[in-house]
């Protein structure tokens, strides 16, 4: 499993599905849908090692990191307020894919910060519960991207009309099955 992005050119793809802040590029992209992201954990992590309510308490954490995530091992929350917090993250597992990260999380080995697709069946389900919710993560968002140029076919139109509207309907459409 890896989330790493790949050429769309030169794999010879029609589209992808990105998660992610994009970059600046030539490739042309549609914003699809706003995706969450949250501090979670098994509650058998946090009754043995507390529940944090600030960022600043992570440092004594064991957090499951992320290889694609931007600022590396560093996490940043954001408060109602505006306030802004960073903090320097550590701990015994790095993935490259959040669904690899799951079975530690369900374990109550580690807490991550995780997009909300891959964990709202554990919140639902009490498996996993998310912590300090006055502070949230920078979102990202879910895209459409598309190589530059003229003319698409007709399939990877409709494609992208429809889930244009699958995912402009729900505020989170991954929830519903």
């Known amino acids: 499993m890896s989330d790493q992005a790949i050429d769309l050119v030169a794999g010879g793809f ?13 490739m042309i992209a549609r914003r699809l849908c706003q995706v969450r992201r949250l501090l979670v954990g098994a509650p058998s992590y946090f009754a043995s090692r507390g529940r944090p309510s600030h960022p600043r308490e ?5 957090c499951l990191g992320y290889s694609y995530l931007p600022s590396g091992d560093s996490w940043r ?19 490259n894919n ?7 999380l369900r374990a109550g080995m580690e807490i991550a910060v995780q997009p909300e697709f891959v964990v709202w069946r554990d919140l639902r389900d009490s498996r996993l519960e ?3 919710t006055d502070w949230s993560a920078p979102p990202i968002a879910l895209n459409i991207v598309t190589p530059p140029g003229g003319l698409r076919a007709a399939k990877v139109t ?20």
């Open 98 to 104: 959040a669904d690899a990260l799951m079975p530690s």
């Open 158 to 177: 409709v494609l992208i009309e429809f889930l244009a509207r699958r995912f402009s309907e729900r505020t989170a459409p991954w929830a519903v099955l």
């Open 14 to 26: 029609d589209l992808a599905l990105r998660i992610a802040a994009l970059p600046d590029s030539s």
């Open 58 to 62: 992570l440092s004594g954490h064991a």
């Open 130 to 132: 998310a912590v300090m």
């Open 77 to 95: 929350f954001i408060d109602a307020a505006g306030e802004e917090h960073a903090v320097a993250v550590a701990g015994p597992l790095r993935a």
